[in-house]
């Protein structure tokens, strides 16, 4: 694709970013083929090529319209596009790149931007989350029944291992997955102790920053980057101070949303002096929980009796990380019988906030996920994002769980 973007633009990283990938790209449209939303409106506008015309129309002419932001704020950023995309554009980067300038230049409706600025500090704020949650699953018998399936039931998490391994891994507790569901990490780190790996939590490590990153909050979503590199970075640096002396072999996280973020630092903080080593190196070592258990012996894990199971892989670990099958063929080795699932490769309508602030096109893409997901009759669903698990669970009619669990048995 040729491009003219203005000198001063392209004096920037952002700039010479944006011209990089537009350049790549070859109009084939073959990536409208894996679109989610092109799917269900049929808009060019509404597909990856679409959104791309629109972002170079607005980088060379300095120009946004309402309509652009329509389409982008459309956008699941699922990164479906890249897996199809023959000429490998990094369609998420330029989404990045092109909410970033938008949000900079063009001012939302009041309204809105109250919306999305109360939505993301309700979830980043230390407590407010959590106190909202509790407060909504201590009035959910009152909800309405449209909102009462909303509202997750809280799962009891059990106890963490105490005892210390010479092999050990750092874990990203994440923002709202503890508040959700405390289960999941709880149940990664009996999983690890049982083949002889500390999976240690570190204070202050918690958000990844993706939240931030997809509302347009960019360097909100640096800042949250920024606090996690600081937070492991002593265990990393001095593995010495350490109980054991070990050093750190990953960092593990559990949520495929955010470990798809934590493996982008390096990226998106390589133009930061004080930050671009620390965030390769760490981006170096983040590892989703299905990778480090892939490489694993097993056979020291009771799988319990057999389950006839529907998996749902995320988006952001089959197209973010490109993490595919791996946690299909670890069940299936452990006994359990997994499902066909059709159109398994498109996106749940999670994505984040995207639910929330786009709740249709969300409910439209559930609907037609459960649909598929529960065609041959599962005892259960799994999945590996605490997204897609409390969105898919709110209209599901059979459980679904975070696929760790299944392997955390007495």
């Not at 690890?192 to 960019?218: M, N, Y």
Request: charged share 20%; net charge neutral.
């Amino acid at each position: 694709m040729q491009t003219r973007l203005p000198a001063d633009f392209l004096l920037t990283p952002q700039g010479q970013e944006a011209d990089r990938i537009l350049r790549n790209c070859v109009h084939c449209g073959f990536c409208n083929a894996t679109c989610p939303t092109y799917q269900l409106l049929g808009d060019e506008l509404d597909g990856p090529r679409g959104r791309i015309y629109l972002m170079k129309q607005m980088f060379e002419t300095g120009a946004a319209t309402e309509r652009t932001r329509t389409h982008l704020d459309r956008c699941l950023t699922c990164r479906n596009c890249e897996t199809t995309c023959p000429s490998g554009v990094a369609y998420g980067h330029l989404v990045d790149i092109g909410r970033e300038w938008m949000e900079a230049r063009v001012q939302r409706p009041p309204a809105d931007r109250l919306r999305r600025e109360g939505l993301r500090r309700a979830l980043l704020a230390p407590g407010v989350f959590g106190t909202l949650l509790r407060l909504g699953r201590g009035l959910r018998g009152l909800l309405p029944q449209a909102l009462k399936r909303r509202v997750p039931t809280a799962p009891a998490p059990g106890s963490r291992p105490s005892r210390q391994h010479a092999r050990r891994m750092l874990l990203l507790e994440g923002c709202v997955q503890p508040e959700i569901d405390p289960g999941i990490n709880a149940a990664a780190a009996r999983v690890l102790d049982r083949l002889g790996i500390t999976l240690e939590s570190v204070p202050g490590a918690a958000c990844c920053g993706a939240l931030s990153q997809h509302l347009g909050a960019v360097e909100a979503a640096r800042e949250a980057m920024r606090r996690n590199i600081d937070a492991w970075w002593p265990a990393l640096e001095f593995p010495a101070e350490s109980p054991d002396g070990g050093s750190v072999e990953a960092i593990v996280i559990t949520a495929s949303g955010c470990g798809s973020q934590v493996k982008d630092y390096g990226y998106l903080l390589r133009d930061d002096p004080a930050y671009a080593a620390k965030a390769a190196r760490v981006s170096a070592l983040a590892r989703d929980l299905a990778e480090v258990l892939a490489g694993e012996d097993l056979a020291p894990l009771d799988p319990g009796p057999a389950r006839r199971i529907a998996f749902h892989p995320p988006c952001s670990l089959q197209h973010g990380q490109r993490v595919r099958g791996v946690i299909e063929g670890m069940l299936t080795r452990l006994g359990h019988e997994l499902l066909p699932v059709d159109e398994a490769h498109l996106c749940c309508g999670s994505a984040g906030t995207y639910s929330i602030l786009q709740p249709d096109l969300a409910g439209q893409l559930r609907d037609r996920k459960l649909s598929h997901l529960q065609a041959r009759g599962p005892e259960l669903i799994a999945t590996a994002n605490i997204g897609c698990q409390t969105h898919l669970a709110a209209a599901s009619g059979v459980p679904v769980v975070h696929w760790i669990t299944l392997l955390d048995t007495p």
